[in-house]
């Protein structure tokens, strides 16, 4: 190729790369000048510095708020001991220092009626620190309700809102308060106590003297002290599912602040009194909240308070029926279960047969460091060795008795020939008798202590009799 073509063909090339990027460059001035057109278009019905506003003052037919400057914050007047929900204050500051439109519908409106801005609905005056103020009018919603028309008294022009931007002007005050009350963390449950009028009461407390063995079971963690007269081991899971279905203490209306007087709401005599305690994780320190119930406001709303203050709100009823809570749905139904450890001796009497059941103990030394003394068990029914496997299923079968229902009714003293008594000699040096009484055909009633609280199927009592003739045989 001539030295002359190669000249040719790269001062092309160069106006090729030169127009190029001018092309480029042209592009982005547009793109730029497109950017900048944007941003003049933005428009506000409001631009004001939220540091230069002094008050915010909403006035509706119903009601009308005072958003006031205190210190670095907007607060309610009025409101000043009431908490609140500063968010939602702020938002409000906000909204009116740059209250954006979407666009002018009108700049002069010789017919403010038919824009709803006549007799506005709501109108907001944003009093400045310099002692000047912008007074802003919201009227009625377009057809499709997005957009609402707005429009200020210094000025002719009629402007559309994004209608979810004006929401919170609607709100009533009870609308910026903080709904949430003192609540326990389930997983951190140390104790409950729930009386209900005219209904037995239910306390429920951590177990602090619960074996190892039945811990591990979930069982025995914590104890029923009420409404029995003697308390009873409670299922681990009953007691959580309880817990977990219990409602989120909150306010759903608030009714009267500091009222003088709770008899109106039937909380001078509350129907429900309930105390809930956990142990702090953090602070090792034990936190308890305290809530009375009154009377029904309505179909769906009950009254309640708490126990120290009152200030009375409501809560839905659905929420408060979680309280209904039965004390046999809490415990363990095992009528008594305790380790074997724990055992020296069991005597089972009934149906003409009795038994004497004994656990002998004996601790063989170590020979050699660091081995620990070893406990060999000797298992006897009636004097006859029994082999471990076959005791352990015979133990089972008498502590594995449960509870099918609770007896409410009186059941008095009866005392029969056809009852069972199964009577634990243990370790400490306690004893412990549960009777069974015939109830009907099929269960049996289960008397702990001189007290009727359950009834037991009979095939388990029939069951149990079975395992002990089959392994002395």
Avoid: W
Wanted: proline letters at 2%; aromatic letters at 10%.
């Amino acid at each position: 190729m001539s030295r002359s073509k190669k000249l040719i063909i790269l001062i092309v090339a160069f106006i090729v790369l030169l127009g190029s990027y001018f092309l480029v460059n042209n592009m982005k001035k547009e793109e730029e000048k497109t950017e900048e057109k944007k941003v003049e278009e933005t428009i506000y019905v409001t631009d004001i510095n939220k540091e230069d506003i002094e008050q915010v003052v909403v006035m509706r037919a119903d009601e009308s708020l005072v958003f006031k400057q205190k210190d670095e914050y907007f607060i309610i007047e009025g409101a000043e001991n009431i908490k609140m929900l500063g968010s939602e204050i702020e938002g409000i500051v906000s909204t009116t220092s740059k209250l954006r439109a979407e666009k002018v519908v009108t700049d002069t409106s010789d017919n403010l009626k038919e824009y709803g801005l006549e007799s506005p609905q709501i109108k907001v005056n944003v009093k400045l620190i310099d002692g000047s103020s912008q007074i802003i009018n919201i009227g009625e919603n377009t057809a499709d309700n997005s957009f609402t028309y707005v429009s200020k008294d210094d000025e002719s022009k009629v402007y559309i809102v994004k209608s979810y931007i004006l929401k919170a002007f609607n709100n009533s005050i009870d609308e910026f308060r903080d709904r949430t009350l003192a609540n326990i963390d389930p997983q951190n449950f140390m104790y409950m106590n729930i009386n209900k009028k005219d209904e037995r009461s239910i306390e429920v407390k951590l177990n602090e003297d619960v074996s190892d063995e039945k811990a591990g079971y979930g069982i025995g963690i914590f104890k029923l002290t009420k409404p029995y007269n003697q308390s009873f081991d409670v299922d681990g899971q009953s007691i959580q599912d309880v817990l977990s279905a219990m409602p989120t203490f909150q306010v759903d209306k608030f009714i009267e602040d500091e009222a003088l007087d709770l008899k109106k709401y039937g909380l001078d005599d509350p129907s429900i009194d309930i105390v809930l305690s956990e142990m702090n994780v953090e602070t090792n320190e034990v936190n308890t909240i305290h809530y009375l119930f009154g009377n029904e406001m309505n179909d769906e709303y009950i009254y309640f308070k708490e126990a120290d203050t009152n200030s009375v709100y409501a809560m839905e009823k659905v929420k408060s029926e979680k309280f209904n809570i039965k004390p046999f749905d809490l415990i363990s139904k095992l009528i008594y279960i305790v380790g074997i450890k724990e055992v020296d001796k069991i005597e089972v009497e009934g149906l003409d047969q009795k038994y004497e059941i004994t656990i002998d103990r004996e601790v063989i030394k170590s020979q050699k460091e660091p081995e620990e003394d070893e406990e060999v068990e000797t298992f006897k029914i009636d004097g006859k060795e029994i082999e471990d496997d076959t005791f352990r299923k015979v133990y089972q079968s008498i502590i594995g008795v449960i509870g099918d229902f609770e007896v409410l009714e009186d059941f008095g003293d009866k005392e029969t020939s056809d009852k069972v008594t199964i009577k634990y000699y243990l370790s400490d040096g306690t004893q412990k008798e549960i009777v069974y009484v015939p109830y009907n055909d099929n269960f049996y009633a289960t008397k702990i202590e001189n007290d009727v609280y359950f009834a037991c199927a009979k095939n388990q009592i029939d069951y149990l009799f079975t395992k002990i003739k089959e392994s002395v045989k």
